[in-house]
């Protein structure tokens, strides 16, 4: 249990750059197949650039330890994300173009209408996982998307991360979608992108 863990909506400049870390940390193998990048500072660089911290939440354990993050995606603005120009800039042409179109895909697959949003982010550092932090950032997530008078929020996790999926399932998350991806993604350690929603409308005070 994490008696003392407390979670803040959006993000001071310090807890930004400990995200960042969290975030290369937690999402290594999907970044590096994505995005490619020549080297680790250009990955930081990328990230730290990408976040709205205002559509962030935190989970801070004893003495303001960052222990989590988690970041959604509303109608026309998102958490995270590198702009086509920043790609361009770090990349060149052809290398922007080759790494904006996976990222492009996911955004498209995943953007939200007006009454929707979408989890893009769900991260709770090594050491932390599994004592309910994840839960509780979700549960967080979930409570301010009703308040917002949010309808639905989705998300995409991919098939061998069976543990985030059991999570979404229990908190109520129905898979909608599955799209096979194995030619493309088989390298990177999975084989398919499952989609998963939850309904907010039938979400009671207090239920999650
Ligand atoms: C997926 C992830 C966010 C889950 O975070 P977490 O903090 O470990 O999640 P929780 O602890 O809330 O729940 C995980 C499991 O721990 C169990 N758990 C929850 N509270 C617990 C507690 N107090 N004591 C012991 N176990 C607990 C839960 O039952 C849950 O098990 P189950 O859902 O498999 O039945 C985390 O593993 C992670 O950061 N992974 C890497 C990044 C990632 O894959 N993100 C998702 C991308 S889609």
């Known amino acids: 249990m994490n008696e003392g863990l407390t979670i803040v909506r959006g993000m001071s400049h310090g807890i930004l750059v400990e995200a960042t870390d969290l975030l290369l940390e937690a999402f290594a193998l ?7 990048p020549k080297t680790p500072e250009q990955a930081r660089r990328l990230i730290a650039e990408s976040i709205a911290p205002e559509l962030g ?30 790609f361009l800039h770090e990349f060149g042409l052809l290398g922007a173009i080759s ?3 996976p990222v492009f895909f996911e955004e498209v697959m995943t953007r939200p209408g007006r009454r929707q949003w979408c989890l893009e982010v769900l991260a709770v550092t090594g050491a932390s996982r599994g ?9 967080e997530v979930l409570a301010a998307a009703r308040e917002a008078g949010v309808r639905s929020v989705g998300l995409e996790v991919v098939d061998t991360n069976v543990r985030a999926m059991q999570l979404y399932e229990r908190i109520g998350f129905r898979r909608v979608l599955s799209i096979p991806t194995a030619w493309l993604t ?10 998963m929603r939850f309904d907010v409308s039938e979400m009671n005070e207090g239920s999650v």
Do not use: C
């Open 99 to 101: 790494r904006w179109l």
């Open 131 to 139: 004592s309910g932090v994840g839960s509780r950032l979700l549960s």
């Open 30 to 36: 999907k970044l590096e197949h994505d995005l490619r």
């Open 186 to 195: 088989e390298s990177s350690g999975y084989r398919a992108i499952h989609f």
């Open 57 to 86: 939440w935190v989970a801070l354990g004893e003495r303001g330890a960052l222990l989590g993050v988690a970041g959604v995606g509303v109608y026309r603005r998102r958490f995270s994300q590198i702009r086509p120009r920043t």
